[in-house]
């Protein structure tokens, strides 16, 4: 959380601060921080995410996304609202001509 002369951005400086406006800014820091941060770079033919999977492997995403594919599938069945979410995040960032994508993964 940098972007300030010393590394750190106003909103974390004042959480760690006593300011009046921290009790408003740590509960937030806090989340920000307990956020796990995922970034599938490797797309090429050999990527983990590409490969066969067990459909059972899907109690929590890997950082490799190699059970993206069983993960996305235990969401859709059994926890809608946040499938769609991901859907409705994937539609903002891709054409609207990707095909299938624009209306599920699969």
């Not at 490797?42 to 983990?48: C, E, I, N, V, W």
């Amino acid at each position: 959380m940098g972007g300030s002369f010393n590394g750190k951005s106003k909103i974390a400086t004042e959480a760690a601060s006593v300011a009046a406006g921290s009790k408003y800014s740590r509960p937030v820091v806090d989340a920000i921080k307990s956020w796990q941060i995922y970034h599938f770079h490797d797309t090429s033919a050999s990527a983990k995410m590409r490969l066969y999977e067990i459909v059972q492997d899907h109690r929590e995403l890997r950082i490799d996304a190699a059970n993206l594919a069983p993960y996305l599938l235990h969401l859709r069945d059994g926890h809608p609202s946040a499938y769609h979410g991901i859907l409705d995040a994937v539609r903002l960032v891709t054409p609207s001509g990707v095909g299938a994508l624009a209306n599920d993964f699969w």
